[in-house]
């Protein structure tokens, strides 16, 4: 019989132990047969069971590089924040920080609670370190020194709205009273005297905050100090400043030698600039603080710009400069706190940042010397009040000139005395205002009493001659000018009366602002963003080379063979 499945001609012979295709043998484990569509269904299932195992094996090797992967990015993590750590700790470990004991008075907050920022930046003169030695000389006979000077002194006022700024330079030649204090860290004091503002900073930082505090009537609530090293470490810092000098100049004192026209300056040369007195303006120290608002201007146009404080590198070097180069009060002892004062200053556009130098007069005992000079309480009052010298375009403000009593110059408050007389029948009030004026730096012969008979209206009653006092008096209480009146007395009597029953702060009140024109007449103001601003160089003879006395340009040319500070 022939069988379908052979081929023709074969002939199969069946029999009882013939194999059936598709049957199993040996068991139900036997050998699947080899052929057929049976064949071929196992031969998939095969396949899919190789694919299924070369995928375990391939799952098996991603799972481990994952594993590795993330370990590493943890690794990654861990290492970042550690080194974000040690960054932190390694800054907050450079910053030297002083306590101010409430010597610089308080601010006020505005009408929506915001508070103004009064910072004093010294510039010391000390020769405390060998670096300094070597940076300013003159420790060839004493070596390294102690005490120093603040022969640079801004009141940097940041407004209470950050909209606006004033950096006020005091010069450092400047003759007034020191008040007694001491220093809480060497242990000097003084009991006072007059002198130079710039000697308080050897009682500490302290001292000469509340030396300028009680000239200017301004309330300090903190301070940063830099010496010689920190201004070439600051400089370095930022890569470089740029400055323009208005003809060649070579002050053989500070030895700043430059070229006429426009210099990027770093390190030494840098502080050659900011230390030269002989070489700019008069050759007196008036004109060395234009010259240095000329550098901080730069310098803060430099911080603002974007390929500054956008490079990670950059932003480092900065910010572990600044810490290593400063002293600071304990209220800007942090890395934290550094970076809100810095975030706030950030805030004041460079159009609307004043720079101006503090108005003086000859000191009638020493022609060497100066004094406070016309306008310069006037400045003083518009800082202390809070108010703008420029508008919002940035030109330079002139409200308040119709205000009235704003032609008056303000008087320090150390200066001011008041009698306080209650005139409300309630017990304590007359005591609540005089503890408020002597809190705010009034002087402590500011006495009470009680008035005369009952009064329904407070007044201030100024004698002759004393109207900036009463001014400064009533700015301090929030006392309209229309409460104010002139006597025939002498001093001040403030009368208490029942429309003013509680608080020390006239209900309603705002005291009179400063006339802002006034407050920069003579001033030398300039705003931070006048970028084309050169140093004018002393057109006198006020250096002196091989023992011959030359202007400024004529040593430049005599000393051909000394390279430039910026070679």
Request: proline share 4%; net charge positive; aromatic share 4%.
């Amino acid at each position: 019989m022939t069988d379908p499945w052979d081929g023709p001609g074969s002939q199969v012979t069946q029999s009882r132990d013939a194999q059936v295709p598709g049957q199993r043998t040996g068991g139900p484990d036997g050998d699947r047969p080899r052929g057929g569509r049976a064949a071929g269904r196992a031969a998939s299932r095969s396949r899919d069971a190789g694919r299924s195992r070369r995928r375990a094996r391939r799952a098996r090797r991603g799972g481990r590089a994952l594993k590795i992967a993330v370990v590493c990015l943890a690794v990654l993590v861990m290492g970042t924040a550690g080194a974000g750590w040690w960054f932190y700790q390694h800054l907050n470990g450079n910053i030297n920080s002083v306590s101010l004991d409430g010597k610089g008075g308080t601010e006020k907050a505005d009408a929506f609670g915001r508070t103004p920022i009064n910072i004093l930046v010294m510039g010391s003169d000390g020769r405390t370190s060998k670096a300094d030695c070597k940076l300013g000389g003159g420790c060839s006979q004493t070596g390294v020194q102690t005490g120093s000077n603040a022969d640079v002194q801004m009141v940097v006022h940041i407004s209470a709205d950050r909209s606006n700024a004033t950096v006020m330079s005091i010069p450092r030649d400047t003759i007034t009273d020191i008040p007694a204090c001491k220093d809480s860290g060497s242990g000097r004091s003084t009991a006072g005297y007059r002198g130079q503002i710039n000697s308080a900073l050897q009682y500490g930082p302290a001292c000469q905050v509340a030396a300028v505090h009680q000239l200017t009537g301004v309330p300090i609530d903190h301070f940063v100090k830099l010496d010689f090293s920190g201004v070439v470490k600051m400089s370095d810092a930022v890569g470089g400043v740029s400055v323009c000098v208005s003809d060649d100049v070579y002050d053989t004192y500070s030895h700043l030698k430059l070229s006429k026209g426009t210099h990027t300056l770093t390190g030494e040369a840098a502080l050659q600039f900011v230390r030269s007195r002989h070489g700019f303006g008069d050759g007196s120290d008036l004109g060395r603080t234009v010259s240095q608002h000329i550098f901080l201007s730069s310098m803060i146009r430099k911080f603002k710009s974007a390929g500054t404080l956008t490079d990670p590198t950059a932003v480092y070097g900065l910010a572990d400069a600044a810490t290593k180069a400063l002293t600071v009060d304990d209220g800007l002892g942090s890395v934290t706190k550094l970076i809100g004062l810095a975030a706030d200053l950030n805030k004041v556009p460079t159009k609307r940042m004043t720079f101006a130098t503090m108005q003086t007069a000859p000191d009638p005992n020493d022609s060497n010397r100066v004094v406070v000079g016309t306008g310069a309480k006037t400045l003083f009052a518009a800082i202390a009040d809070d108010q703008s010298l420029t508008t919002g375009s940035g030109k330079k403000s002139v409200a308040a000139a119709a205000t009235a009593g704003a032609t008056a110059s303000a008087v320090p408050a150390s200066e001011v005395a008041v009698t306080v007389e209650n005139g409300t029948g309630i017990t304590g009030r007359a005591s609540s205002i005089a503890t408020a004026l002597t809190g705010q730096g009034f002087s402590s012969g500011t006495t009470t009493a009680n008035a005369p008979s009952p009064a329904t209206t407070t007044t201030l009653t100024y004698g002759p001659s004393r109207k900036g006092e009463a001014k400064t008096a009533a700015k301090a209480l929030d006392l309209p000018a229309a409460h104010l009146k002139q006597g025939t007395g002498d001093g001040l009597t403030l009368v208490i009366g029942s429309d003013w029953p509680s608080g020390t702060s006239y209900p309603g009140g705002t005291a009179a602002p400063a006339d802002t024109k006034a407050a920069v007449a003579n001033a030398h103001a300039q705003t931070a963003d006048q970028a084309k601003t050169c140093a004018e160089v002393s057109p006198y003879r006020t250096v002196s080379l091989h023992g011959v006395a030359m202007t400024p340009a004529q040593a430049y040319a005599a000393a051909r063979g000394k390279p430039d500070s910026d070679e």
